[in-house]
């Protein structure tokens, strides 16, 4: 929402000041929570025989993932963009973590956790089949008009490896439990203690994702977007890219504050990866709705994509009923 609010900027060039302020900024921010009295950022991070790399690889991984996130949503739009997008990135990032640590996914909590991701996968579905009713429903000019670089088929292959991708970031965040665990033996408060590994991942993520950016901002000669602008322009832009910034880390800001309330190796918190992305799919198709990315689209379709909301809620639901 704030991003549609920047002005005259390039693509690579608004997706890059976000991004310096959704994973390095607020995720600095957020990890000095966690520091306990008598020690330091820097020990936490370095806890863990190794694991700040190994997060901060899958956080380079995920930011391939969070680089074709953005692409997918400019020729899909909002909606159908994150559907699809956090739609994969939700069944690979609760699945393989689960393989990873050896979980039977077809007896007891596995099979509990495989039913609720097979439901939100589900529920997926029917929105991507939204989608393309909605594709076939409007003319070229309303497609153009409610998302400007709309194209389906190389939208739905750039959400598909963005929601792998993506993945990456769930597998970053049991690559570091062994820094939360360090921090809090240092101290640190349970609801905290899970957001170093998110500054660590993010950082990853903010290394690929700059280098593409500048890439293209040498290539298609947009540096003069960060220097040629008007004064007012200009802290426009940043103040909402802040502004996307923020509300972007919140989300696993969120997520980390959450699972400190959960019960280690239990299915609500192999679920909770889920549970974020099927939130993010719900609302994000909302707000499609309100940005009138479904105008024009016959009453059917919109009741078809209420029914893929509706599922993934009931997803959401059904690890707490069985």
């Not at 020729?75 to 990873?100: D, E, H, N, R």
């Not at 408060?189 to 901002?217: D, H, K, R, S, W």
Request: one cysteine or more; hydrophobic letters at 55%.
């Amino acid at each position: 929402m704030p991003i549609k609010k920047v002005k005259t900027w390039a693509w690579e060039s608004f997706w890059l000041v976000q991004g310096i302020f959704a994973w390095l900024v607020f995720p600095y921010l957020g990890a000095l929570l966690a520091i306990p009295d008598g020690h330091t950022l820097t020990e936490i991070l370095s806890s863990g025989d190794g694991a700040a790399w190994k997060a901060m690889f899958f956080g380079a991984l995920w930011g391939v993932g969070g680089l074709t996130f953005g692409l997918s949503m400019r020729y899909l739009g909002v909606a159908l963009g994150q559907s699809i997008a956090l739609g994969t990135c939700s069944a690979f990032g609760t699945l393989i973590p689960a393989l990873m640590t050896g979980t039977d996914l077809f007896h007891g909590a596995g099979l509990v956790l495989l039913i609720g991701v097979s439901i939100a996968i589900a529920g997926i579905a029917v929105i991507g089949y939204a989608g393309s009713l909605r594709a076939k429903n409007m003319t070229d000019e309303q497609k153009k008009a409610a998302v400007k670089d709309f194209a389906l088929g190389k939208g739905l292959l750039v959400a598909i490896l963005a929601g792998v991708m993506s993945a990456c970031f769930s597998l970053g965040l049991e690559a570091a439990e062994p820094i939360k665990v360090a921090a809090q033996a240092m101290g640190a408060e349970a609801l905290y203690a899970g957001l170093p590994a998110i500054l660590l991942i993010t950082f990853g993520g903010f290394i690929t994702n700059a280098v593409y950016c500048i890439f293209q901002n040498i290539k298609n000669k947009t540096l003069k977007d960060y220097f040629g602008v008007s004064g007012a322009v200009f802290t426009n832009n940043v103040l909402f890219s802040a502004l996307a910034g923020v509300l972007w880390y919140s989300q696993f800001f969120g997520l980390a504050l959450g699972k400190s309330f959960l019960t280690e190796g239990s299915v609500m918190m192999a679920f909770s990866w889920s549970i974020l992305m099927s939130l993010n799919i719900t609302f994000s198709n909302v707000w499609g709705i309100i940005l009138k990315e479904w105008k024009g689209v016959k009453n059917a379709t919109i009741g078809v994509l209420i029914l893929g909301m509706a599922i993934l809620i009931f997803s959401l639901i059904l690890p707490n009923l069985l």
